[in-house]
């Protein structure tokens, strides 16, 4: 059966939508040149669905620019002997560059350290220092590397960057833009609130009324769960097969996992006429949609810092710096308020 979907948002949202993503495009494309096949490191096999949009967003600008996939690798299935393109290595962007997360921080270094000399591309990331030790270990070995480029997703973590780091750094949407605008769901209630459950929460929702979700975990019996076992499956044979066939089939997997976690996180960002969340990629994604949402600002400012750069544009959302501003704004829909960038 067909499912549903829904136009929201309105045509300058999707005009803006657009813009980011051809500023995006061009970007990656000054960065990547002439090349037409590369190795893709940092396959998000998990159900942040954010970190999905931010794959198929990769794949959909690689795609538009001609570069081919040679290997896929996760962070327990990297293989240094297994990247063999002959373009660069392409790291998955997100929000943990400078060690806030430490297994994608080591799998970095461990590329840069294995890699020396071969172009390393960082697609768009926040930088946040989880600690001067991180800081150290990550300038160290993009030194020592000699041929990284930095692509950053707000200009503050630009700005960090380019005083931080020997090496091009660029300044780029968010990949997630790559995806260009997406249909939505019918609402089925008012109002639906996204609080994370992580450690970049920076506090919880105040109102009672109100179910709350996040996208980290699945229950046994949801389909999505049966997409990352397969995932799983297809790990263990990459591990023992270096086929042709079986990257072919690895990536092939990793598309459709992600695209099903894609439409699990639509069908939850649609659910009510107006949206609360505290996720980067909950905002990012509410503003593909077009679906009328707060954005609450998260523990390390990642939130504030994209908005200031990006999203303060659209007409779709509204900026909270705390979750009490935000049932504020929930308690007066229809004021006309907004929040520009550098008031905060």
């Given at each position: ?13 999707r ?8 500023n ?18 940092d396959?998000p ?26 290997s896929?690798?996760t ?5 240094r ?20 997360y430490?297994?994608?921080?080591e799998?970095?270094?461990?590329v840069?350290?294995?890699?020396p ?6 697609l768009?990331?926040s930088l ?6 991180e800081?150290d ?12 480029t930095?692509i ?7 700005a ?5 780091f020997?090496?091009?750094?660029k ?6 833009f ?10 089925r209630?008012p ?13 919880s ?12 975990e699945?229950?046994?019996?949801e389909?999505?769960a ?18 042709r ?5 690895f990536?092939a ?10 439409r ?9 006429e ?27 400012g ?18 909270a ?6 049932d504020?704004m929930?308690s ?13």
């Amino acid at each position: 059966m067909l499912e549903l979907i829904q136009r929201r948002g309105t045509a300058g949202d999707r005009r803006l939508v657009a813009e980011l993503r051809e500023n995006l495009i061009r970007t990656v494309g000054e960065v990547v040149g002439a090349a037409h096949v590369t190795d893709l490191v940092d396959y998000p096999d998990h159900y942040n669905v954010g970190d999905a949009a931010l794959w198929l967003g990769q794949r959909t600008v690689l795609g538009e620019l001609g570069v081919q996939v040679a290997s896929v690798s996760t962070r327990s299935t990297y293989d240094r002997s297994r990247l063999r393109a002959d373009g660069p290595i392409i790291v998955l962007g997100g929000g943990n560059l400078g060690g806030l997360y430490a297994t994608h921080h080591e799998l970095k270094l461990s590329v840069l350290a294995d890699f020396p000399g071969r172009p390393v591309i960082q697609l768009p990331q926040s930088l946040h220092y989880s600690g001067e030790q991180e800081r150290d270990d990550l300038r160290r070995a993009i030194a020592r590397h000699g041929a990284t480029t930095l692509i950053l997703r707000d200009q503050q973590s630009f700005a960090l960057a380019r005083r931080d780091f020997d090496c091009p750094v660029k300044l780029a949407p968010d990949m997630a833009f790559g995806l260009d605008a997406l249909d939505a769901r019918p609402p089925r209630s008012p109002v639906a609130v996204q609080v994370r459950t992580d450690k970049e929460s920076a506090g919880s929702a105040q109102r009672a009324d109100v179910e709350v979700f996040d996208w980290l975990e699945a229950r046994p019996y949801e389909y999505i769960a049966a997409y990352q076992g397969l995932h799983r499956l297809f790990s263990r044979g990459i591990g023992r097969s270096d086929s042709r066939a079986m990257r072919a089939a690895f990536l092939a997997m990793c598309d459709k996992f992600a695209k099903a976690n894609l439409r699990r996180g639509i069908a939850m960002l649609s659910t009510g006429e107006r949206l609360v969340t505290d996720r980067l990629h909950g905002h990012v994604l509410a503003c593909l949609l077009g679906v009328d949402h707060v954005v609450v600002n998260d523990r390390f400012g990642k939130i504030e810092a994209m908005w200031r750069t990006w999203t303060h544009r659209f007409t779709c959302a509204q900026f909270a710096s705390t979750w009490a501003e935000a049932d504020e704004m929930l308690s007066h829909p229809n004021s006309s308020e907004r929040v520009a960038p550098g008031v905060r």
